[in-house]
């Protein structure tokens, strides 16, 4: 099974800042990577997917790199309806999620 | 417009068999290509992929799970039904399905929160 490892667990940030969340994996997923973005209450939502194309009808100020092992998720400037919980997961191997990395308002 | 609702016991008691349905519009499980996915979420904790069907009725189950869980679908009825058997308070959660699209989870129902209890 291949693991994903998120970093940081928390990110405390204020609007207007730049975010820059890690998803590094046991192994190499090639590209085979997303991003998704999970508000209280709510199902998560497809952001990023082969690491670094934006999902329909999501802002450009979300953006993906990496491949390979590590992946990054960049959002330019924070709004206030960003702050949520933000999961990677991987297809290149059936399917594994990170555990996660809350993105609070500091 | 692709929509998919989760339906199901809120509360099952332990070693009970658990019985998800997951209704669907906007899309055919007759379709080449289309695919439908069960994901859990433990409250507060991370997801979990639990098992996925095909068009052409190909299933795969999460390797730590698989003997406790069946999906089938029921194409006329645009439903994928997800049954996982003995059930213990560990595996509360919400349960969510999604589709899959080209390896990725897309859109995603709105969840069922299943509590295992006594």
């Known amino acids: 099974e291949i693991v994903l490892t998120q970093s940081p667990a928390t990110l405390s940030l204020s609007p207007g800042e730049r975010a820059t969340l890690s998803c590094r994996a046991s192994q190499s997923v090639s590209s085979y990577l997303a991003w998704y973005q999970q508000k209280p209450g709510q199902a998560p939502r497809l952001l990023i997917y082969d690491a670094s194309y934006r999902a329909t009808g999501i802002p450009a100020r979300f953006s993906g790199s990496g491949s390979g092992t590590d992946f990054t998720l960049t959002i330019s400037s924070l709004e206030p309806e960003d702050f949520a919980v933000y999961y990677c997961q991987q297809r290149s191997n059936w399917y594994t999620f990170g555990q996660g990395t809350k993105l609070e308002i500091k | 417009q692709v929509t998919l609702k989760e339906s199901g016991p809120a509360l099952v008691k332990p070693t009970q068999t658990l019985t998800l349905t997951c209704t669907f519009s906007?899309?055919?499980?007759?379709?080449?290509?289309?695919?439908v996915s069960w994901i859990r979420q433990p409250p507060g904790k991370a997801l979990e992929w639990l098992a996925r069907?095909?068009?052409?009725?190909?299933?795969f189950y999460s390797t730590s799970l698989k003997t406790r869980l069946t999906i089938s679908k029921d194409t006329s009825k645009n439903q994928v039904v997800l049954t996982m058997t003995n059930m213990d308070p560990v595996d509360t959660a919400t349960y969510y399905c999604?589709?899959?699209?080209?390896?990725?989870?897309?859109?995603w129902g709105q969840g069922t929160l299943v509590t295992v209890s006594s």
């Open positions: 906007g899309i055919s499980l007759s379709t080449s290509g289309m695919r």
């Open positions: 999604a589709r899959l699209d080209s390896g990725w989870f897309d859109p």
């Open positions: 069907i095909d068009w052409d009725d190909d299933k």
